[in-house]
């Protein structure tokens, strides 16, 4: 039985095994593990109302993880929900965890207003593609990385 469910302001160790889960999955330490933020970063992070992470567990396990942003909108009073990071460990793929995950996230993005959701997905990753397809409309994009600057006074 998978239970799927909001992490709140003080559940650090469910973002903390989240975290782990993303590391392992894709197999990126550097970014996930090299530098982990303290405990009154993620207690802010989590106490906002423009961050949502959620977590699928089985036995009080981690076995998945969504984290989301909330952008609110310029041009007309709404918001979207961006998907940053969507994961499921090995073991536990191919058993309709990340669409609960994702579903969680359909309900929490229709409380709160929002009028989309929004993910990324990598050519190549045909699982991931197949999942999304299956639950909106797809929009080929580029998407570009544009590295911060600091400007000396």
Same mark, same amino acid.
């Given at each position: 039985?998978?239970?799927?469910?909001?992490?709140?302001?003080? &559940? $650090? =160790?469910?973002?903390? #095994?989240?975290?782990?889960?993303?590391?392992?999955?894709?197999?990126?330490? *550097?970014?996930? !593990?090299?530098?982990?933020?303290?405990?009154?970063w993620l207690q802010r992070l989590l106490a906002?109302?423009?961050?949502?992470?959620?977590?699928?567990?089985?036995?009080?396990?981690?076995?998945?993880?969504?984290?989301?942003?909330?952008?609110?909108?310029f041009e007309q009073e709404r918001s979207e929900?961006?998907?940053? &990071? $969507? =994961?499921?460990?090995? #073991?536990?793929?191919?058993?309709?965890?990340?669409?609960?995950?994702?579903? *969680?996230?359909? !309900?929490?993005?229709?409380?709160?207003?929002?009028?989309?959701?929004?993910?990324?997905?990598?050519?190549?990753?045909?699982?991931?593609?197949?999942?999304?397809?299956?639950?909106?409309?797809?929009?080929?994009?580029?998407?570009?990385?544009?590295?911060?600057?600091?400007?000396?006074?």
């Open positions: 039985m998978i239970t799927v469910r909001a992490l709140g302001a003080g &559940d $650090l =160790a469910g973002l903390r #095994a989240m975290n782990a889960l993303f590391a392992t999955v894709f197999g990126d330490a *550097q970014s996930y !593990a090299s530098k982990p933020p303290g405990d009154a906002r109302d423009t961050f949502i992470a959620l977590v699928a567990e089985r036995n009080g396990v981690v076995v998945g993880g969504l984290a989301a942003y909330v952008l609110e909108k929900v961006y998907i940053y &990071d $969507l =994961a499921v460990a090995e #073991a536990h793929q191919r058993q309709g965890i990340a669409t609960a995950l994702i579903r *969680q996230l359909q !309900a929490i993005a229709s409380e709160r207003g929002a009028w989309v959701i929004y993910v990324q997905a990598d050519y190549g990753d045909d699982p991931a593609v197949a999942l999304y397809t299956g639950l909106g409309a797809r929009e080929d994009v580029m998407h570009f990385d544009i590295p911060v600057r600091r400007i000396s006074p």
